[in-house]
Every structure is written in C-alpha cells, then in structure tokens.
C-alpha cells in the first residue's frame, strides 16, 4: 500500500509540474496564479498546496524538472551521431527549436529578473547554471577521447562560455521578439563553438 501511495504522489507531482510549466508558458511567471496552474493540472488548488507551499517552490521545481529531461533527451540523442560537427548542429538545433517550439526563454528570464530579491531564485539558477555545464563538460570530454577536440583544451573554460552563450540566445530572442531569426542564430552558435573541434 505505501509503495502504491509513493507512486501515485509522484504521479501527481509530475501532473502538477506539467500543468505549471503550460501555466508559465502562457502566462509568464508573474501573470500565472496557483489556480491557473491548478486548472492546468486538472486538480483542486487544496491538492495543488499539499505537494508545493507557494508558486515560487513550484517554478524551482518545475525549471529544474524541465532542464533534466531536457539534457537527459539531449544526451540519448547525441549518442547516435557519429559525426562531431553533426552532433554539434543537432545540440544547437535541440536547443534553439525548444526555444520556439516549448517557449521556455520567457521563463528563464523570468527568474532573472528576480533573482535580486528572491535567494531561492537565484539559488535555482546557478544549479540549471550547473547542469548545462556539466552537460557540456560532458559532451567536450567525449569529444577528446574521440580524438575530436585537442586533449589540451580548456574543458572548465569552455563549459562556462557555451553556458553563456546559450543564455545569450535566450536574451537575444527576448529582445527581437518576431524579429528573431532562429536559423541565423542556429547558423551563429555552429560557426563559433565549431572552431574548437579538430577538422577530420
């Protein structure tokens, strides 16, 4: 019986966590209310408080959520390409048509804009901060003991750049709006982080 209640609390976790990212996605982080989210999810807003206390809890849990299976996906997928300059466009394709398709960049940007005055924001951001660049770090060392980038690159350095120029698309996104030209910035990240692997 306990084992079917985890289940099914996890279950409903997940629920909740999905119907807050289409809340957030719609609405934004400010224009987005518990009962929203709750309408979403299909359940009361007295469940929606029995598994988060405020919706600040429920967007750190739902960013972090969301990140993971993003990179989780992102890994099994790259693990079928062979080619290193492939797989490199494949990861920015990934990156770039999520931003159109799912929208996630408004809610990013959302937790920037108040991480000066919530800790837990903040807190949230260096750990997605974290994840990506040990994505990364990831994906260079492999490239290494392929023989695809030089032994001698910079792994930490490297990791942390690419971060921000992920985040940078984010932020250029925000501020072009329509004007956004998602191959163009596709075709941009290729050209630079291409440089660093080693030509075959």
């Given at each position: 019986?306990?084992?079917?209640?985890?289940?099914?609390?996890?279950?409903?976790?997940?629920?909740?966590l999905?119907?807050?990212?289409?809340?957030?996605?719609?609405?934004?982080?400010?224009?987005?209310?518990?009962?929203?989210?709750?309408?979403?999810?299909?359940?009361?807003?007295?469940?929606?408080?029995?598994?988060?206390?405020?919706?600040e809890?429920?967007?750190?849990?739902?960013?972090?959520?969301?990140?993971?299976?993003?990179?989780?996906?992102?890994?099994?997928?790259?693990?079928?390409?062979?080619?290193?300059?492939?797989r490199?466009g494949?990861?920015?394709?990934?990156?770039?048509?999520?931003?159109e398709?799912?929208?996630?960049?408004?809610?990013?940007?959302?937790?920037?804009a108040?991480?000066?005055?919530?800790?837990?924001?903040?807190?949230?951001?260096?750990?997605?901060?974290?994840?990506?660049?040990?994505?990364?770090?990831m994906?260079?060392?492999?490239?290494?003991?392929?023989?695809?980038?030089?032994?001698?690159?910079?792994?930490?350095?490297?990791?942390?750049?690419?971060t921000m120029?992920?985040?940078?698309?984010?932020?250029?996104?925000?501020?072009?709006?329509?004007?956004?030209?998602?191959?163009?910035?596709?075709?941009?990240?290729?050209?630079?982080?291409?440089?660093?692997?080693?030509?075959?």
């Amino acid at each position: 019986m306990p084992r079917t209640t985890a289940a099914h609390a996890t279950e409903m976790r997940q629920r909740i966590l999905e119907g807050a990212h289409q809340a957030m996605l719609s609405g934004g982080y400010r224009g987005t209310t518990m009962p929203a989210i709750a309408t979403e999810a299909g359940v009361s807003v007295g469940l929606l408080y029995r598994y988060f206390d405020s919706k600040e809890e429920l967007y750190l849990a739902m960013c972090e959520a969301v990140t993971q299976a993003q990179l989780d996906d992102l890994a099994v997928q790259l693990g079928q390409i062979p080619d290193p300059r492939e797989r490199l466009g494949s990861a920015i394709d990934l990156f770039v048509e999520g931003l159109e398709a799912e929208r996630w960049g408004p809610i990013v940007i959302a937790g920037w804009a108040e991480a000066d005055v919530k800790p837990a924001l903040r807190d949230m951001l260096r750990r997605r901060c974290d994840q990506i660049r040990a994505f990364v770090q990831m994906f260079l060392r492999e490239a290494v003991v392929r023989g695809e980038l030089d032994a001698a690159a910079e792994i930490e350095e490297l990791s942390l750049a690419t971060t921000m120029l992920l985040d940078g698309v984010i932020a250029h996104q925000a501020e072009m709006g329509d004007r956004f030209d998602a191959d163009l910035a596709r075709r941009s990240l290729v050209a630079l982080l291409g440089r660093s692997l080693t030509r075959g």
